[in-house]
């Protein structure tokens, strides 16, 4: 049997979840989807895929705006998650568990999403670039593709060894690691379980991509064209940026 990347373990995502998806991501949730249905001129009634869409943080934001939401992701919890949300809310999410490497849909979409940083997690460019076609293939030609991710230039600019801070009942403990000449950014996290002392650890290495480097591969993928931008405001992708976000057209 294939040995699973960690992306693919669920009690990953089960002991980490509550540490990633704290209340401020929650919080901007709403903002994010507005801004996004800004600048890729969504409207009530549109489609939108949502690759890795964790718990529906942002699913379900674009739900309440109206649009049509699937939502992808490879942890059934998550999806659990979301489709709670989602009847919480009395909104509907079509919700599918699948790898996005792998993943069809005979529908075609109006827009897709991947968003904080849910890329460059494969052993592999190509199947970082598996993940891109699929997106590609996935939308109606015009349609609008959004990634956010962590660009090779900010985390070099904002670099720090590790930190430490309380979160969701426990003392989070990080590492951080430049790998393979910043080909990529070794994650050490501990978790201490304030309570009873129980103390988990994990280590992933992203890969990153320069700006250049991800819009090299979706005009690759078939894109017509592709934008660079420093947040969803569509500000520049230069030394103030927030984070790396590219908009590509079909």
């Known amino acids: 049997m294939e040995k699973k990347q960690w992306f693919e373990k669920e009690n990953f995502w089960l002991e980490y979840g509550p540490i990633m998806f704290d209340p401020q991501r929650w919080a901007e949730a709403a903002k994010v989807a507005e801004d996004i249905c800004r600048l890729a001129n969504l409207k009530a009634g549109d489609s939108l895929l949502d690759a890795c869409c964790g718990p529906g943080r942002v699913s379900l934001e674009f739900a309440l705006l109206g649009l049509d939401v699937t939502g992808v992701d490879i942890t059934q919890p998550f999806l659990d998650a979301a489709k709670e949300s989602a009847e919480d809310e009395g909104v509907n999410l079509n919700l599918i568990n699948c790898d996005m490497r792998t993943f069809t849909s005979a529908q075609k979409f109006d827009a897709a999403v991947n968003l904080y940083t849910s890329f460059g997690y494969c052993d592999t460019v190509e199947e970082d670039f598996a993940i891109l076609q699929r ?116």
Not at 150 to 178: N, S
Not at 234 to 248: E, F, G, N, Q
């Open 135 to 250: 997106m590609y293939e996935a939308l109606k030609p015009g349609g609008t593709f959004v990634l956010e991710s962590l660009g090779r230039e900010i985390a070099v600019r904002d670099f720090t060894e590790g930190e430490w801070f309380e979160r969701a009942g426990k003392t989070v403990l990080t590492e951080f690691t430049a790998v393979n000449d910043w080909q990529g950014l070794r994650s050490h996290w501990i978790l201490i379980d304030n309570k009873t002392g129980e103390r988990i650890d994990h280590t992933f290495v992203q890969r990153l991509y320069s700006a250049v480097d991800i819009k090299k591969m979706l005009l690759d993928c078939g894109f017509k064209t592709v934008n660079i931008c420093g947040d969803f405001d569509l500000s520049p992708y230069d030394h103030k940026a927030r984070t790396m976000v590219l908009v590509a057209k079909k």
